[in-house]
């Protein structure tokens, strides 16, 4: 390889060191094989070509570049030759001083081997010696052997039957732990499947009560817009028979002063009433004339919403009745009303609430204002 290289970089060189003469040649036109003349000859003009002579540059620097290389590559063939034989002669140590050691080891065990041997010679020589004195012996201990060696496979027999046990025990406690961790796996599922069981019950009760909410919401929205477009209507009605609803205004006004009248007849029988009171004295009697009193003035205020009260439209009511509960404001002004106990129909039970929230101001004595802060009426039309 190295050879190869090296004719390739020499034909190179003698490539464009012959260009370079041409070149030479073909610039100055000179005649380097002349004998030179005293003759002045005016030297002509010759055209270079330019694409020649840049070829000739590249070769010549491409050649230089080459021998470069060429140079690096021997320098490191060169040091990686030393550093093989750096490491050879290194390893080659290295082995030498291991088998001199693997000698002096195999010398030793040689004469300590020899030493064992000339020991063994001699105490063979003095179990000679002593032979025939142990030979009456021989036979209880070939005996005694024997019992030993009965001895030691029952020891192996019970070892043997000792580890059959251990292994049967092993592999019981193996199938109780995975028992136990079966039974633990499936407590741990039952305890997750009646987690997401109560979950869900949970969100199908939570999405129940909304739906319910929903519907009584929207029933509600259309109640109320029923009743807004009955009120449009009545109120285009008004405009349009404005002499029937003067009579009507008229007959609510001879009402409202039968109202008013009959509220200062019950003002005045409940002032009578607080008068009997105070002269009989005695708690239980005053507490069945305040009962009577609430009764009279929830017998009221019922008479006054059912006047207010407006069919709901398309619904036949029958025996329906609900319990409204009522906050009132200081004057009988209604804060608040709503429906504690359905009647089953909820058009039936926002004409409750709205009849109730028209009868504002409810007729309460001052009186009994604390009594009838809060209160909750049945509310029945008939």
Known sequence: MANK?????????????????????IFFGANFFSQPTLEIVLPQATMVDEAVFETTLKQIKQAERQKEIQEKIEQQQTLLAERAKQAEAEALAQAQ?????????????????????????????????????????QEELEKKQEAEEQARQAREAALTEKQKIEAIEQQRLQELRKAVEDEKRLRAEKIKEAARLKAEAEERQLAEKKERERLAKEA??????????????????????????????????????????????????????????ARAGQDAEAKRILDNRKQQVIALLAQKVRSLWIR????????????VYVTLMPGGAVADASVTRSSGNIAFDNSAELATRRASPLPIPDDLFDEFRTFTFKFKPQ
């Open 5 to 25: 290289t090296a004719d390739i970089t020499i034909a190179s060189f003698f490539s464009i060191l012959a260009h370079i003469l041409l070149f030479y040649v």
């Open 220 to 277: 509600k929205e259309q109640f109320l817009k029923e009743e807004q477009e009955k009120l449009a209507k009545e109120e285009k009605k008004r405009k349009e028979k404005e002499l029937a609803e003067r009579k009507d205004a008229e007959k609510k006004r001879i009402a409202k002063e039968i109202e008013e009248q009959r509220r200062r007849e019950i003002q005045e029988e409940l002032a009578q009433q607080r008068a009997e009171e």
């Open 312 to 323: 709901p439209a398309g619904d036949s009511v029958g025996d329906l009745s609900c319990d």
């Open 97 to 137: 001083t291991k088998e001199q050691e693997r000698l002096e080891a195999i010398k030793a065990a040689q004469q300590a081997e020899a030493e064992k041997l000339a020991q063994t010679k001699a105490e063979q020589a003095k179990v000679q010696a002593e032979l025939e004195q142990q030979k009456l012996a």
